[in-house]
Every structure is written in C-alpha cells, then in structure tokens.
C-alpha cells in the first residue's frame, strides 16, 4: 500500500504561479514513477506530468503544459513537486497526484487549483 497526500493548490490570477507537492508514503520502495493528471469540471482526466524516481530520465508532460509547468523530486522523501507558471483559466482543474508500482497505480485525493482571469 502507498499513501499519497497533495498539498499547494488555491486560488490564483492568470499569469500566476502555485506549486504543488505530493508526499508518499508507505511501500514506497516500490514506486518507479510518480506524477500529475488533472481533470477540469464536465472532462475527462489527463496526463499532466511524470517523473521516475530510480532513474534519471527526463520528465514528461503534456504539451498543453510545456514551457510551463516543470516536475522535480526529492527521492529520499519520496516526494514530487509541481511547479506551475504563467497559469491560464484553461489550467483550472482538480489536480491528482499518482504513484506508479508493478501491480498498479495509487491516487491522492486531488487538490483544487483555479486560476481566474
């Protein structure tokens, strides 16, 4: 079992900035990648950003969010962060934080990110 709870969403101006924490816990040993989808309010949800955590490899992320958003980690916490910039109403959504094992994923509750224009 992996744990995982987000922290850092809110209310902010487009053009702003919010950062983004996620914080597993558990068999975290286990954990080969950890990210973000995002699902905004009558859509489904989509792939934000990942990162591994045993490996070097870049990160990815979403076209819509390059230039942008950038993923970073701390592996030792087991933690990822998310550093958004130049925010748009369109990034508007509830954010969730995953973890990816072998045998399967792990969600976190989602933290609310609006971005008023």
């Known amino acids: 079992q992996v744990q995982l709870v987000e922290s850092g969403g809110g209310l902010v101006q487009a053009g702003g900035s919010l950062r983004l924490s996620c914080a597993a816990s558990?068999?975290?040993?286990?954990?080969?990648?950890m990210g973000w989808f995002r699902q905004a309010p009558g859509k489904e949800r989509e792939f934000v950003a990942k990162i591994y955590l045993k490996w070097s490899a870049s990160p990815n992320y979403a076209d819509s969010v390059k230039g942008r958003f950038a993923i970073s980690r701390d592996s030792a916490k087991s933690t990822v962060y998310l550093q958004m910039n130049s925010l748009k109403p369109e990034d508007t959504a509830v954010y969730y934080c995953?973890?990816?094992?072998?045998?399967?994923?792990?969600w976190g509750q989602g933290t609310q990110v609006t971005v008023s224009s």
């Open positions: 558990g068999r975290t040993f286990g954990i080969n990648d």
């Open positions: 995953y973890a990816d094992l072998q045998g399967g994923n792990y």
